[in-house]
């Protein structure tokens, strides 16, 4: 189900299954945290800087180095390279200076006219939707880069004078399970982005980074994927066409009428797959499509297994006082799926509640690093909400 007030799209179903409701192994505790929505809202607004293309001694291209130093597993994107490469030649051949500033640190001034005019041109030229779609990942992720560089910590997508890395405990996630946060380019090095946190606690390895529309990173995260084999993916999404399963569901069997089709999460030694589609609601469906089709390529079925959380209203509300912080932020659903797992008697030995308390205190550090900056930046903390877009 569906909260008609949420825009994320990792929303949690609002009932507690009955047989978890009672568990005696419910050991989740009430934290007196307080989470402010408002807060998360704080977007990556910043005073226009120019971008420097000159610091990574090779025209401004990303190196491998730099482009892995922002989190990502993948070699460097060919497709974001040229666009750079464009970019650059189109500051060479006018009197512009490229300049970034704004909510997500978007292009501005004259540059930002002249490129409109190229860009445009350039996706009109491209005749396949799929390449489009491509160029047009390959350009916001291109210009986040270039107006994050210099600017941004590299592991913590804050403002160097706001850095948090000193204040995140680091710690191992267990070796069956590994994260895919599957990333809509806009949401890529967003300050106020929870998505990020999971890698920062867990490696890259454990909790990996895949933009969406990116072609090296699909292809990394699909090769994982084949290689783990279809039972062990699962995309943490309300799927509409079907009833979305809760993790007892589809670890346990218990509800489950076809009970061969009962998977046990201890098989084999590869690892549980999931995806946490990290982008606003309205983005997630174009992004949930796109997976169901490269699931059609890769299996010949179109249907992604999917699961929703049952850990609701109720059970985050115990977690933590602002229900409405919690059913939208990506790094609290992965903070559900450990801890909905770690209800199940074969995963209780594994630690997964510690796993899930090291990302929440880890979602507790960033905002309070982002609550600092609004203040030492003269801004409310309590304003409203403009726009619904405000945490993820
Ligand atoms: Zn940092």
């Known amino acids: ?18 047989s978890l409701k ?16 408002s807060i998360m809202s704080s977007g990556s607004r910043s005073s226009p800087r120019e971008a420097d293309l000159n610091d990574t001694g090779c025209g ?42 704004g909510i997500g640190g978007k292009l501005q001034g004259d540059f930002k006219v002249q490129e409109d005019k190229k860009h445009r041109a350039k996706y009109q ?87 969406y529309g990116i072609s090296e990173d699909e292809e990394l995260m699909w090769n994982a994927f084949k290689d783990a084999g279809r039972d062990k993916v699962w995309c943490l999404y309300p799927n509409q066409n079907m009833v979305p399963k809760t993790v007892q569901d589809a670890f346990t ?42 699931a059609k390529l890769v299996w010949g079925e179109e249907d992604l297994p999917c699961i929703s959380l049952a850990t609701g209203a109720s059970a985050m509300h115990k977690l933590r006082p602002q229900p409405s912080w919690d059913r939208t932020c990506t790094a609290a659903a992965a903070i559900g799926v450990l801890s909905e797992l770690q209800l199940l008697p074969e995963c209780s030995i594994h630690g997964l509640d510690k796993q899930a308390d090291a990302v929440e205190d880890a979602l507790v550090v960033l905002l309070e690093a982002l609550t600092t900056r609004r203040l030492r930046m003269g801004r409310s903390i309590t304003r409203k909400v403009r726009h619904s877009r405000d945490i993820c």
């Open 1 to 18: 189900m569906l909260s008609s007030a949420s825009n994320r799209a990792l929303t949690f179903t609002l009932q507690f299954s009955s």
């Open 22 to 37: 009672f568990s005696p192994k419910t050991n989740i505790q009430c934290r007196p945290r307080r989470l402010h929505r």
């Open 60 to 101: 401004g291209a990303i190196t491998l180095e730099e482009w892995q130093g922002w989190g990502c597993v993948s070699p460097v994107p060919a497709m974001v390279n040229a666009v750079i490469q464009d970019l650059k030649l189109l500051e060479n051949n006018t009197d512009a200076h490229m300049v970034f500033g």
């Open 125 to 211: 030229s491209l005749g396949d939707s799929n390449k489009k779609f491509q160029f047009f990942s390959a350009r916001q992720i291109a210009c986040r880069l270039l107006g994050s560089r210099g600017y941004l910590c590299q592991k913590c997508w804050l403002p160097t004078e706001d850095c948090m890395c000193s204040q995140v405990k680091p710690c191992s996630l267990w070796h069956g399970i590994r994260f895919w946060l599957y990333m809509h380019p806009k949401d890529f090095l967003r300050q106020n982005n929870t998505g990020k946190l999971l890698w920062q606690v867990f490696g890259v390895q454990a909790a990996t980074l895949c933009l």
């Open 253 to 294: 069997g218990q509800s489950s009428a076809d009970t061969e089709c009962t998977y046990s999460l201890t098989s084999g030694d590869k690892p549980l797959n999931f995806v946490l589609i990290d982008g606003t609601w309205s983005n997630s469906a174009a992004m949930f499509r796109r997976l169901k089709e490269q």
